[in-house]
């Protein structure tokens, strides 16, 4: 089955500057890759998503990247700000029905 | 946020209990999904419903029982549970059960077996 690692457990970055959370999966037959957001106490929620035939996907600060034959994808956020503290999950998923998610990257953004 | 709601929000139960958890989508989407949380793991999913039909179960012990009446609706029923399933358990729904698209998830159960 796919097993999904999910590196740095835990970052620390200074207000203004950039957060990169990396991802790699192990079934080549994924095809949806999701990173999602979540709050102390709240649910998680989808930021941005990615597509086995795409490379990269922007949205204002957020990026990610897929590399389908290293099978790997990162987050990038740039100009972080005191709100963007969170856990932040990757996932991966094949058919859109089974979704494995990451272990979780814990950001913090000092001011 | 009341797309997706979940009831109880917590739930305290003995082992030999039986309990039930609702999830209800009011987004009319096709495929709803059953996740554990605890501290330990990340977010393992439990089940998979695709237009009301399990499509997925993980692996999951007999003592947690999904039910899909209709599309917009889930249960998780409960019975003899162990300590260690004392968890958050999310229900989540998507538009598109097929090609993959957004989870929106419900705010959790915060479950604890005594």
């Known amino acids: 089955g796919e097993n999904v690692e999910q590196h740095p457990s835990t970052l620390s970055v200074q207000e203004g500057d950039s957060a990169v959370i990396k991802c790699t999966y192990s079934?080549?037959?994924?095809?949806?890759f999701p990173w999602y957001k979540q709050e102390l106490g709240k649910r998680p929620q989808l930021i941005i998503d990615?597509?086995?035939?795409?490379g990269e996907k922007k949205d204002q600060r957020i990026a990610v990247t897929l590399n389908k034959t290293a099978k790997h994808f990162s987050l990038h956020i740039t100009e972080t700000q005191p709100e963007d503290s969170a856990v932040y999950f990757c996932?991966?998923?094949?058919?859109?029905?089974?979704?494995?998610f990451g272990p979780g990257t814990r950001l913090s953004v000092l001011p | 946020e009341t797309g997706v709601t979940q009831t109880p929000r917590h739930l305290v139960m003995g082992m030999t209990n039986k309990k039930s958890l609702k999830c209800e989508q009011h987004?009319?989407?096709?495929?709803m999904y059953w996740y554990k949380q605890s501290a330990k793991k990340p977010l393992e999913l439990m089940f998979v419903y695709s237009l009301e039909e399990r499509v997925e179960n993980n692996s999951v012990p007999s003592r947690f029982s999904p039910e899909c009446p209709n599309s917009s609706h889930l249960f998780l029923h409960l019975h003899t549970l162990q300590p260690e399933d004392s968890a958050l358990y999310l229900c989540?729904?998507?538009?598109?059960?097929?090609?993959?698209?957004?989870?929106?998830f419900g705010p959790g159960t915060r479950l604890t077996v005594t």
């Open positions: 987004l009319g989407h096709n495929a």
């Open positions: 996932a991966a998923s094949n058919r859109g029905q089974n979704f494995v």
């Open positions: 990615i597509r086995s035939n795409v």
């Open positions: 079934d080549s037959a994924s095809n949806y």
């Open positions: 989540a729904s998507s538009r598109d059960p097929v090609v993959g698209s957004e989870q929106y």
